[in-house]
């Protein structure tokens, strides 16, 4: 995923939260916030301790990634995206994952129709 496409800073993600709407489901917790002046959206990424340990969280980390990649053309542009992990995601296989994401954009209206 290009630099462009992702949160980085604290700042940024605090924005989402304070500003932005939610939806979660069983394996994942999906903030997200319109942003009038980009011309894509961004991804932030959060996975707690309480998923694993590092090898664990890194993957459950290109997991989501690789689905935002893979559903990059059916996502709406001008969106700040978090997305947090939650316990039964470190259960999940790639695939698994990729349907969470698309689920929760869907249900938030952030997929392209």
Avoid: W
Wanted: overall charge positive; aromatic content about 10%.
């Amino acid at each position: 995923m290009k630099k462009a496409f992702r949160i980085k800073k604290n700042r940024e993600f605090q924005q989402v939260f304070k500003n932005g709407a939610s939806f979660a489901n069983r394996q994942l917790v999906i903030y997200y916030l319109e942003k009038k002046d980009q011309d894509h959206y961004r991804v932030g990424l959060s996975v707690s301790k309480k998923i694993g340990n590092a090898v664990v969280r890194n993957q459950m980390k290109r997991y989501l990634r690789q689905a935002f990649i893979e559903l990059s053309e059916e996502i709406k542009a001008r969106y700040d995206i978090i997305i947090i992990a939650r316990q039964p995601v470190r259960d999940c296989d790639f695939h698994q994952v990729k349907k969470s994401v698309q689920h929760l954009l869907f249900k938030t209206g952030l997929l392209k129709k």
